[in-house]
């Protein structure tokens, strides 16, 4: 090869690295914004990730003997009508706590079986929430502020009771 | 004609490049001129001493002046395809520039629409992740975006309506 030659390929080489200079930045850029878009997101929930979770916990009893309908539980008796045969609906407890995550709350019921509910993980879409009745079920939930959690069927003599699980 | 000019005709007319007319002229001369006859024999002994010469030589080796030309050859394909490897290569990145632009300015207004969320997946509107009910029967009445209504009977209670099928596990 000729230094001409030479020459003419480190200009056409030249010319195209400045061709693909500013393509090369903005698709760099671009990279960059995709990578630190999720971490700014997660930066950001984990900046807005509370360090208590306001959880409120209400015992219910149904009972197929009639009573006076209670305000505090009215949402939850639309809500079971039509699912559950009972004739009456009480608040039996209530409590509410800030409790940080994975702190186990441990409370007992009117049967005498113990509770336990520890938050795994709460974000904006809700809260993760591990709980265990002795001798009943366990599971993990999801529970979204304005979406109870609502678990019954737990015999106390000739009535039932009802755990609900709010997350505020 | 002088004599320096009928050598040049005389050996050109060995050659047959002569027209018909000069040849015609130096064929009269050569029947007409004994010297011109020793000239033409004194030529064609000098021919036939040359191709002596050049039999007995050896035979030049043509691989050998092939392979001498191998290297070399090789060199300059090996400059070419460099070149068309870098002027394709410019031309690449020329393409790749646009083809460049325009996806980054569309990842751009993706990442500006949708932000680090665009890749999150949905999370189901139900709340049940886990659930294990220790072998006693179990029904998920209700998992949707409202509420979650799980019912764990002693006994298989009076279901009226919109109930689902008993089940130990739901993720």
């Not at chain 1, 916990?57 to 505090?72: F, N």
């Not at chain 1, 045969?85 to 702190?103: C, G, K, M, T, W």
């Not at chain 2, 035979?59 to 300059?76: E, I, K, Q, S």
Request: aromatic share 4%; glycine share 8%; hydrophobic share 45%.
């Amino acid at each position: 090869m000729t230094s001409c030659e030479a020459r003419r390929f480190a200009r056409k080489r030249l010319r195209a690295l400045v061709c693909a200079a500013p393509a090369a930045a903005l698709a760099l850029l671009v990279v960059g914004l995709s990578a630190a878009g999720p971490r700014a997101a997660r930066a950001d929930d984990a900046a807005e990730a509370p360090a208590e979770v306001p959880l409120e916990i209400m015992v219910l009893r149904v009972s197929d003997e009639p009573g006076e309908p209670d305000p505090r539980a009215e949402r939850v008796d639309r809500l079971l009508r039509g699912q559950i045969a009972y004739r009456s609906l009480e608040v039996v407890e209530s409590q509410e706590r800030e409790l940080p995550l994975d702190d186990v709350w441990t409370f007992e019921l009117p049967t005498g079986q113990s509770v336990l509910v520890r938050p795994i993980e709460a974000d904006e879409s809700g809260t993760l929430l591990a709980l265990d009745v002795e001798g009943g079920l366990q599971g993990d939930f999801r529970v979204r502020p304005g979406q109870p959690l609502i678990l019954g069927g737990l015999r106390q003599g000739e009535d039932k009771l009802v755990l609900v699980v709010h997350c505020r | 004609m002088s004599r320096e000019r009928f050598e040049r005709e005389l050996e050109a007319w060995r050659d047959g490049e002569l027209s018909w007319l000069a040849r015609w002229r130096v064929e009269r001369r050569l029947r007409r001129d004994p010297e011109a006859k020793r000239r033409l024999a004194a030529l064609d002994a000098a021919g036939r001493l040359l191709r002596e010469i050049d039999a007995d030589a050896p035979a030049p080796d043509v691989w050998d002046a092939v392979r001498l030309r191998l290297p070399a050859l090789d060199a300059r394909r090996a400059e070419a395809e460099a070149a068309t490897r870098r002027a394709g290569l410019a031309r690449g990145l020329r393409w790749s520039a646009a083809g460049g632009v325009a996806a980054a300015a569309a990842a751009l207004a993706l990442v500006l629409r949708f932000g680090g969320e665009a890749a999150a997946p949905e999370p189901p509107p139900g709340a049940v992740r886990w659930l294990d009910a220790r072998g006693l029967p179990m029904m998920v009445l209700r998992d949707d975006a409202e509420a979650t209504i799980i019912w764990v009977p002693e006994q298989a209670p009076a279901v009226r309506s919109g109930a689902t099928e008993a089940r130990h596990d739901v993720v």
